[in-house]
């Protein structure tokens, strides 16, 4: 219980993460399958202080080995911890669009692709037969510029074609980050790395 947080830990914000232009989207970005969050009217909107505190490893690992990455989807936000505790990061990113599509509990990182394809599922396509069977890498594709696969199957932490999805629920299951904030965690995150999503 008396245990300390390293001092040396760097906290990542990112101000005005969550507002994208339409300027910011990729040129022929792929639709996206589903119904993005609706925004809020400015004069209901409330700041989502929620995503930005930092969060204690020991609250949800047992040990930082092979490091660590924590799935908030109340708060919308993915913390990572690097194996020597030296390292912590907090990046907005967008979650699953219902409770239907979330998983929940502990998995780890099985796989990581650089400049990924993306195939979408047998149950995305029946739900929308207009998807293409595949999307090579490029400025259309879903998982942006790197995905990690994990242990659950179709289950990913990735970049994204289109940055008015972080921030909201948006996804088919995945956990969304922008393409600069993926391509960082991406180098420190290795195979076994251990994830938890609440």
């Given at each position: 219980?008396?245990?300390?947080?390293?001092?040396?830990?760097?906290?990542?914000?990112?101000?005005?993460?969550?507002?994208?232009?339409?300027?910011?989207?990729?040129?022929?970005?792929?639709?996206?399958?589903?119904?993005?969050?609706?925004?809020?009217?400015?004069?209901?909107?409330?700041?989502?202080?929620?995503?930005?505190?930092?969060?204690?490893?020991?609250?949800?690992?047992?040990?930082?080995?092979?490091?660590?990455?924590?799935?908030?989807?109340?708060?919308?936000?993915?913390?990572?911890?690097?194996?020597?505790?030296?390292?912590?990061?907090?990046?907005?990113?967008?979650?699953?669009?219902?409770?239907?599509?979330?998983?929940?509990?502990?998995?780890?990182?099985?796989?990581?692709?650089?400049?990924?394809?993306?195939?979408p599922t047998p149950n995305m396509r029946r739900r929308d037969p207009t998807l293409p069977a595949i999307v090579h890498p490029g400025p259309d594709n879903p998982l942006g510029t790197r995905a990690m696969n994990l242990g659950w199957t179709y289950y990913r932490i990735h970049g994204i074609d289109n940055p008015a999805k972080i921030g909201r629920r948006a996804?088919?299951?995945?956990?969304?980050?922008?393409?600069?904030?993926?391509?960082?965690?991406?180098?420190?995150?290795?195979?076994?790395?251990?994830?938890?999503?609440?």
């Amino acid at each position: 219980m008396a245990s300390h947080d390293p001092i040396r830990r760097k906290l990542l914000l990112t101000g005005g993460a969550f507002v994208a232009t339409a300027a910011a989207l990729p040129a022929g970005a792929q639709p996206f399958t589903g119904e993005i969050e609706a925004e809020a009217p400015i004069a209901t909107v409330r700041r989502n202080i929620q995503s930005f505190r930092s969060v204690r490893w020991q609250e949800h690992f047992s040990t930082l080995r092979n490091g660590a990455m924590l799935a908030d989807v109340s708060s919308r936000a993915l913390h990572f911890w690097s194996e020597d505790g030296e390292t912590y990061r907090c990046y907005p990113c967008s979650v699953p669009m219902t409770e239907e599509f979330t998983r929940r509990g502990r998995t780890s990182v099985v796989e990581k692709r650089p400049a990924p394809t993306w195939i979408p599922t047998p149950n995305m396509r029946r739900r929308d037969p207009t998807l293409p069977a595949i999307v090579h890498p490029g400025p259309d594709n879903p998982l942006g510029t790197r995905a990690m696969n994990l242990g659950w199957t179709y289950y990913r932490i990735h970049g994204i074609d289109n940055p008015a999805k972080i921030g909201r629920r948006a996804s088919n299951g995945c956990f969304g980050l922008f393409n600069h904030h993926v391509e960082e965690v991406y180098e420190w995150v290795r195979i076994g790395t251990q994830v938890v999503v609440i």
